[in-house]
């Protein structure tokens, strides 16, 4: 092998080093986004379990009908 081409398989060599460092800053980065999300979604859920309980517990036993509900300008 010459010089030349221990030159360009070093240069070769830093630019993989390179990408494959970026690659894994994005990979960190991406990891750190989903991991926000999914505490979001969670956060949300619970939320969301919440209203519906709130909702069950103010509605009477019976149920009601749309008919029941008759609008105040009649």
Not at 11 to 19: M, P, S, Y
């Amino acid at each position: 092998m010459t010089e030349t081409d221990a030159n360009m398989l070093d240069a070769r060599l830093a630019e993989l080093e390179i990408k494959a460092g970026f690659a894994e800053d994005l990979l960190d980065t991406l990891n750190a986004t989903i991991y926000r999300q999914q505490q979001q979604i969670e956060r949300l859920q619970r939320e969301m379990q919440e209203l519906r309980e709130q909702m069950r517990s103010s509605m009477p036993a019976e149920g009601r009908s749309l008919r029941d509900e008759i609008p105040p300008h009649y």
